[in-house]
Nanobody, 119 residues
Framework: VQLQASGGGLVQPGGSLRLSCKVP????????IGWFRQAPGSEREYVGH?????????VYADSVKGRFTISIDYAKNMVGLQMNNLKPEDTAVYYC????????????WGQGTQVTVSS
C-alpha cells in the first residue's frame, strides 16, 4: 500500500496550507493515520495522528497543537492536515503513514510533500 501525500508548497509566515493524504486500499475506520515531518539535517518528527475508529480521536505534538488540525474524509478515503499560522520552523518534508488502530508501528508510508514557510 502506497499512501500519497500532496498539497505542499511555499507559504509566508502566518499563512495556511492544507495537505492531503490518499489512503488507497485501507479502511480508515480501522486504521490510524499519522503525519510526520523531516527538516534538512534533522530527524523525522512526529506531528500528530488521527484514529479512525468512529470517534476520530486526534493527538498532536506540542509544537503544532492549536495550529494544526487532522481530519478524515471517509467518502474520499483521505486524511487532511490543515496547517494555520505557519512558522519558518514548520518548513520540512511532510509524510503521512498508516498503522492498524491498536498497533504501535506505522507500516505504510507516503512519498512526502515539501512545505516551505518563508517570506
Amino acid at each position: 500500500v502506497q499512501l500519497q501525500a500532496s498539497g505542499g508548497g511555499l507559504v509566508q509566515p502566518g499563512g495556511s496550507l492544507r495537505l492531503s493524504c490518499k489512503v488507497p486500499g485501507l479502511s480508515l475506520d480501522s486504521y490510524a493515520i499519522g503525519w510526520f515531518r523531516q527538516a534538512p539535517g534533522s530527524e523525522r518528527e512526529y506531528v500528530g495522528h488521527i484514529t479512525g475508529t468512529g470517534s476520530d480521536d486526534t493527538v498532536y505534538a506540542d509544537s503544532v497543537k492549536g495550529r494544526f488540525t487532522i481530519s478524515i474524509d471517509y467518502a474520499k478515503n483521505m486524511v487532511g492536515l490543515q496547517m494555520n499560522n505557519l512558522k519558518p520552523e514548520d518548513t520540512a518534508v511532510y509524510y503521512c503513514a498508516a498503522r492498524r488502530a491498536f498497533s504501535a508501528s506505522y507500516n505504510f508510508w507516503g512519498q512526502g510533500t515539501q512545505v516551505t514557510v518563508s517570506s
